[in-house]
Each structure stands twice: as C-alpha cells, then as structure tokens.
C-alpha cells in the first residue's frame, strides 16, 4: 500500500500585497500554508529579496562587504541601479542612515531629494526605510513619504514612539508601511491593532518582528516570526495575516563572526566567506520561520539564498 504523506490544512491566509510599479511589481504574501508546504495548499508567491542602499558611504560596514560596493557606494542611486542590474535585486532598500542625528544629521527635504532621484531611476519596488532614531524618523519619514506619492512604494519602520504619524503619512500617500516591534508576539498584534484602528488597510501592511543573527538571538526571532506566522494560519487572526519583514544584513555584518581577523582567529576559517555564510544562514532561517522580505548586503549571500529557495521547490 503506498503512502501518503499527512497533510495539515489551516483556516488563515496571509494578505497578497503587491509593491512597486508596472512590470517591477513584486508580489508578497498570499500563502494558506507554513513555509516551503506549497504541497498542502495556496502559496502563490516566492519570497522575494531586497539589497540594501545607503544614502550615505557605509562607514560601519566590514571591509569584506564594503568592497563589494565600493565603485558604486559613493552615489545611492548609482548604487541602487548597479543591484538592479547587475545583481538581479528584486527590490532595493533605501535605508536613509545619513539622517541620523549621529550619522550626519541629513535634513528631511534632501532625503526626500534622494527618494525621488532613486524612483526615477530603478524599476524594480523601493523600500525606504528611516535611520532608527524614532523623533527623527517622524520628519525625515513624512517627507519621503510625499515624495514617494502613489508610487506604491513601502515605507517604515512604524514604531510604538511614532507609528501614528508615519501610518497617517503613508496612507495620505497611498503607501505600503513596514510596522516594527520588539520580538514579542503580542507587541507586534499590538501595534498592528494601533494603526488599523488609525484607518490603516491591513492589505497594505508589513510587520517586522524584528530580526537578529546567528548565534545572537535568532532562535528567538524564529520562534516569535512562526508563533505569528502560526497565529496568522491556525487561529485565523486578521491582525497577524500580514507578509513579514526579516532586515537581515544591518544585524549579521556587525557580529563578531562576520568582522573578526582571521589572524587572531584563524580556526574560524577565511573571513569573506565567513561572513557570507552568516549572512546566508540567517536569512534562510527566517525563511523557513515565515519571512516574505528579506533586506540583504552581501550579493553572495542573497545567491546562495535564491539557491536554497529553488533547491526547496518555492514556486
């Protein structure tokens, strides 16, 4: 008698949301089923990967990362057109960390020049992403949100601190929002309650669980990202069925394992790629636990996790 493998079917299903314009459109969500379970059900759409822009050179970046880019990390939408075209991004992830009161303190109207000349000149979605100072992130984020207008572009991170006034700019301009909570399950339903209750579409949003790296907290992330992801499908919770953001690079490139000399610890083996295989892993994982975004650095990394997803049959 053959077998046949035992199927779980689940009553939830996670948002299809669309970003970007035109034939760059990037569809996220849509599952009925857990990760890589295409065979019990729905899962229309593979998860897709964005290479992270600076507007700024990164200063705090390993050299082993820096160099990939360092021809074209002196102009970010130079940048951003070399990942689309030579890279094969299926997004880019304008992060504006030169915004930063410490970074430089770039002021909210020129962040909003580099938003309009980066949309002008890729196709594929952009994500604009703050510099994580919650007070400035309020003004620089209002801006580049008017200068992104119905360009269906995402924007973010929508925190506790000021998550009322970045959803209000993103729904004044018909944007997707990334909304950003501290590795709790119930602070991520909460926040997401907060800005629908705002008017918010749900179809529209993106949560980010927040992420970690290897080896510094990503079994917690795992666990938070599948409880949600769990919740979304199983319990049938409208607050929870949103695609999720894993921000992966920021996190892994500054460890120790990515940064330290071989020379002081040579067991460890060579440092380029070190670095690459924990960037790779750890997106992976939160592939695995239920991420749809991944925001990249390294472009073998985000290759050798294009790999895995085909090796896995995403369709």
Known sequence: MPF?????????????IGIGRGDGTVSLGGQSVMPFHSFEGAAPGKPAIAFEVQDVPPDDWPETVKDVFRDVSGDPVTWAAYCQDSLGADAIALRLA??????????AERAAETVSRMLAAIKVPLIILGSNHAEKDTSVLVRAAEAAKQTNSVIGKAQEANYKTIAAAAMANDLKLIAMSELD????????????QMGFD??????????????????YTYSVMERIRLAALAQNDPTLQTPMLADVGMYVWKVKE????????????????RGVAWEAVTASAFLVSGADLLIMRHP????????????????
């Open 4 to 16: 046949t493998p035992p199927k779980e079917s689940f009553s939830g299903k996670i948002c299809e």
């Open 98 to 107: 030169g915004t930063h009161p410490d970074r430089g303190d770039i002021s």
């Open 185 to 196: 399950i119930n602070l991520s339903k909460q926040l997401n309650i907060l800005i629908t």
């Open 202 to 219: 749900r179809e529209k949003l993106i949560t980010d669980p927040m992420s970690s790296a290897l080896s510094y907290g990503l079994e």
């Open 258 to 273: 990515t940064q330290a000399p071989e020379a002081d610890l040579p067991e460890w083996g060579e440092l380029g790629r």
């Open 300 to 315: 073998d990394a985000a290759g050798a996790v294009k790999k895995f997803m085909a090796e896995m049959e995403v369709q």
